[in-house]
C-alpha cells in the first residue's frame, strides 16, 4: 500500500501492552506508539520496571507511552526515569500545572486525555479543555465511563467542535470495524490526528490479538488512502 503523506498519515498507537509478544505484534504491525498502563486499579496494569523491559524491546522510533492516573508528580518522574524517551498521558483529573510539574525535569512530552461524555445532552467543553491544556503535545479523546482509563466505550463523533485547534487522539472504543468512519469523521476537525486503541485488538482484557492488531493498522491506513 502507498505510505499516505505525512500530513495525513494517522500515528497509531496500542495501549495497554503487557507481554512482549503483543509488543512485537504492535511493532511487526506499524505501529508509531505502544503504551504501558502504570494505574494499579487497571486489568491492563504493570509496574514501572516491567514497562521498562517492555519499552527496551522498542526499536527506534516507535515511542513508549506512560498512562498514570492521579499520580504524585515523585512517582511519574520516577517511573519516566526508567523509561528513556517515553511521553506521559494523564488520564485522571491533572491540572494543567500538576501536568507541567510531574514532566518538568527533565522536561517531557505529555498527552491530556479528555473524558467526552456519553449521556445524551451532557455537555463538555472541549475548546476550553484544550486551551486549558495547551502545552499539551496533544488532546486524546476518549468517552467519560465511570471509574478511570479507558472503558472501550464510543462516544458521538458528530457532537465533537467543527475545528479544534490541537493536535487530536481519537480514542473509545475503537475497532478495525469502526476506526476507518472515526478518522473520517474527527481528523477535520483538528491539527493532525492519531488514534488509540487497546481493548479493540485484544483476546481477553491485557492480552492482545495480533491478528486484530494488523486488521486494525491496516484499516487506519485506508482511512488515510481516502484524504
Keep these: ?14 495501549c495497554g ?17 505502544v503504551g504501558f498502563v502504570l ?4 486489568p ?19 515511542t513508549p507511552v506512560l498512562l498514570f492516573v492521579n499520580a504524585p508528580a515523585a512517582e511519574v518522574a520516577a517511573a519516566c526515569d ?7 498521558q494523564f488520564h485522571g483529573d491533572e491540572t494543567p500545572s500538576q501536568c507541567l510539574a510531574a514532566t518538568a525535569r527533565p522536561a517531557r512530552p505529555f498527552i ?22 495547551a502545552q499539551a503535545q496533544a488532546i486524546l479523546l476518549d468517552a467519560h465511563v465511570e471509574g478511570y482509563g479507558g472503558g472501550g466505550k464510543v462516544f458521538d463523533w458528530s457532537l465533537l467542535p467543527p475545528s479544534v485547534n490541537s493536535h487530536l487522539v481519537l480514542s473509545g472504543g475503537l475497532t478495525p470495524a469502526n476506526v476507518t468512519d472515526g478518522i473520517v469523521q474527527v481528523r477535520p476537525r483538528a491539527l493532525s490526528l492519531a488514534v488509540d486503541v ?24 485506508a482511512a488515510d488512502a481516502l484524504q
Design 17 to 33: 501492552i503487557t507481554r512482549e509478544q503483543d509488543l512485537e505484534a504492535a511493532v511487526a504491525a506499524g505501529a508509531d506508539a
Design 112 to 133: 491530556r486525555a479528555a473524558r467526552i461524555p456519553l449521556a445524551p445532552g451532557a455537555s463538555f467543553d472541549l475548546l476550553r479543555f484544550a486551551a486549558d491544556f
Design 44 to 62: 491492563r496494569h504493570v509496574a514501572p520496571r516491567r514497562a521498562a523491559a517492555l519499552a527496551r524491546r522498542l526499536p527506534p522510533y516507535v
Design 39 to 42: 494505574y494499579d486499579k487497571s
Design 1 to 14: 500500500m502507498t505510505t499516505p503523506p505525512a500530513a495525513t498519515r494517522t500515528r497509531i498507537k496500542i
Design 82 to 88: 526508567q523509561v528513556p524517551g517515553a511521553v506521559v
Design 198 to 221: 487497546s481493548s479493540g485488538v485484544e483476546a481477553a482484557k491485557g492480552i492482545k490479538d495480533a491478528g486484530k492488531i494488523h486488521r486494525f493498522v491496516a484499516a487506519v491506513r
